[in-house]
């Protein structure tokens, strides 16, 4: 459908049907005035309150429970309330309309931001100071010129390729790793069967892979040891695209020599997990980059626009392939 043809169908505030809400992580007020803004007199309904199940035509869910989808006869669209839509795939009860993700560029700047904090970290000799420190001991350690630290991000979708320019901006040397061929400026991308290649020199490798079955556990003991020894790690995607036994390993022997991590096998990280003990692991509880509902509201409004006049949403994502 051309913008114009779409624009001439755009339907009436009242003829979207109505819009369901599911997250126990954001909040449903602060999407529901946000969506009202764009689109006034939605029909917006929170979870559990969902009246009707068949006025449901727009579901926005953030890790709903298994089942959930079973009861709406008439969704046209399903909206996952943030970037990772591991948790829309292999499901049995999704039904077969277009699904997508949310994509702002505060969410983005966010995630480029923990990269680039986690990265300069490592490449200023932060944690070599914070120890220092606790010991109240002047420890100098000349700093090294950041076009000789090669840092590499492993999946260049949207979030990681924008990490990866980031990364090139500031002046590092800075090489990618997907398994569809990519071209960014200032970085160099490897391909599929190039892997050993692109972590045979990094000094700092950053997890930017999609959570979907091909990927899970896919950073494990092979890949840590093609690594070169002390290389540092960050985790800012998914935690069970990591084997974390085989991580605790690499940090214990020193193959990793630190880990930055906001992602987990189980979140909350258990209190009694090794992480936590661990003098060369700083944890985050996954927040590297979180949805501003001000800001992805517009877009959301937007696919509820389009798929309302029979069009397709922004962020579209495919659930079997994962991404
Ligand atoms: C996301 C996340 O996928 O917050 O958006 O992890």
Request: aromatic share 8%; hydrophobic share 45%.
């Amino acid at each position: 459908m051309t913008q114009q043809s779409l624009a001439q169908s755009m339907p009436e505030a009242g003829d979207y049907g109505a819009v369901l809400f599911y997250s126990e992580f954001d909040d449903p007020k602060a999407w529901g005035d946000a969506l009202k803004s764009n689109l006034p007199g939605l029909d917006f309904r929170v979870y559990p309150d969902v009246g009707n199940p068949d006025d449901i035509r727009h579901v926005l869910a953030w890790k709903a429970f298994p089942g959930f989808f079973e009861p709406f006869r008439n969704i046209a669209q399903v909206v996952n309330l943030g970037a990772g839509i591991d948790a829309l795939v292999g499901r049995t009860d999704l039904p077969d309309v277009p699904i997508s993700r949310l994509s702002d560029p505060g969410m983005i700047a966010l995630m480029r931001s923990y990269v680039l904090f986690s990265v300069i970290r490592y490449a200023r000799d932060i944690p070599a100071f914070e120890q220092a420190q606790r010991r109240h001991e002047w420890h100098y350690i000349h700093p090294r010129p950041l076009d000789t630290i090669k840092v590499g991000i492993l999946g260049l979708g949207h979030l990681g390729s924008a990490v990866a320019s980031g990364l090139a901006d500031v002046g590092f040397d800075v090489s990618g790793w997907d398994v569809a061929p990519k071209s960014i400026t200032g970085v160099r991308c490897f391909g599929l069967d190039q892997k050993q290649d692109f972590l045979g020199e990094l000094e700092i490798l950053v997890n930017m892979m999609p959570l979907t079955p091909a990927t899970a556990g896919m950073i494990n003991a092979d890949l840590f040891s093609a690594l070169p020894q002390g290389a540092k790690f960050v985790n800012a995607s998914r935690g069970h695209v990591v084997d974390e036994p085989a991580l605790i390993e690499a940090l214990r022997s020193g193959q990793i020599g630190g880990a930055t991590l906001d992602v987990f096998h189980v979140e909350p990280l258990p209190e009694d997990h090794p992480f936590w003990s661990m003098e060369n692991v700083l944890i985050t509880p996954h927040l590297a980059s979180i949805t501003v509902p001000e800001a992805a509201a517009r877009d959301v409004a937007e696919s509820i626009r389009r798929v309302s006049a029979g069009g397709e949403p922004l962020h579209r994502v495919d659930p079997r392939r994962g991404y």
